[in-house]
C-alpha cells in the first residue's frame, strides 16, 4: 500500500503566497515508501520539470473549479513501463565506445541526441549517456529500433545513467 503525504498549496495561493518551500519541504521530508498528493489552484508545470528532474514521475488531473490534484511518485516506487529490453543483470557488456551528457539539455533533444548517436553504432557497440530525468520516453523507441539499455539513477539521486547496446539495424 502507498503512503501519500498531503500537501494543500492552495491557501497559500489564493492569498498571494509562494508554495514553493512548502511544497519541497515536504518533498524532502518523504520517507521511503511514501508519494506526494499535491493541490493547486493550477497545474504546476513548473514543478513538474523540477520535480522530475529529481526522479519523480507525476500524475496530474484537474478538479471540480479549476483546481488541480498532482501524485509525485518517486522513481523507487514506479513500475517499470518499459518493455522487456533482453538484457539480463548477468549478461556482459562490452565498455561504451561513446559517451554523451545531456544533462543541461532540455527534452526532446537529450533523446534526438542518443537516438542519432545509436544509429551511427555497429550492432553490440554501448553507448552511455548521462540525463537529468529518466528517460521513459525514450525507451519505446530504443525497443522498436531494437536497440537494448540499462539504466539508472546514479547515487546522487540527480543524474540518471542510461547504457545504450546498438541492435542491428532493420533494412529498408
Not at 4 to 23: H, K, Q, W
Not at 67 to 88: I, K, N, S
Not at 89 to 106: G, K, M, T, Y
Request: hydrophobic content about 40%; charged content about 25%; overall charge negative.
Amino acid at each position: 500500500m502507498t503512503d501519500f503525504v498531503e500537501v494543500d498549496v492552495r491557501p497559500t495561493l489564493r492569498a498571494g503566497g509562494e508554495p514553493f518551500g512548502e511544497i519541497m519541504a515536504a518533498v524532502n521530508a518523504l520517507t521511503p515508501g511514501q508519494c506526494l498528493r499535491l493541490y493547486a489552484t493550477f497545474k504546476p508545470t513548473p514543478l513538474l520539470h523540477v520535480l522530475g528532474s529529481k526522479g519523480f514521475a507525476h500524475d496530474a488531473k484537474e478538479l471540480d473549479g479549476g483546481d488541480w490534484e498532482v501524485v509525485f511518485t518517486p522513481a523507487d516506487l514506479r513500475e517499470t513501463t518499459t518493455a522487456p529490453t533482453g538484457a539480463t543483470d548477468d549478461e556482459q557488456w562490452p565498455s561504451p565506445v561513446r559517451s554523451l551528457d545531456n544533462r543541461d539539455l532540455d527534452p526532446p533533444e537529450p533523446m534526438v541526441r542518443i537516438l542519432a548517436a545509436v544509429e551511427t553504432m555497429q550492432p553490440g557497440e554501448v553507448l552511455s549517456a548521462l540525463l537529468c530525468r529518466e528517460p521513459v520516453f525514450l525507451f519505446p523507441m530504443l525497443a522498436k529500433r531494437g536497440h537494448v539499455w540499462r539504466g539508472a539513477f546514479e547515487p546522487d539521486g540527480i543524474t540518471y545513467k542510461v547504457l545504450v547496446r546498438a541492435g542491428r539495424q532493420e533494412g529498408p
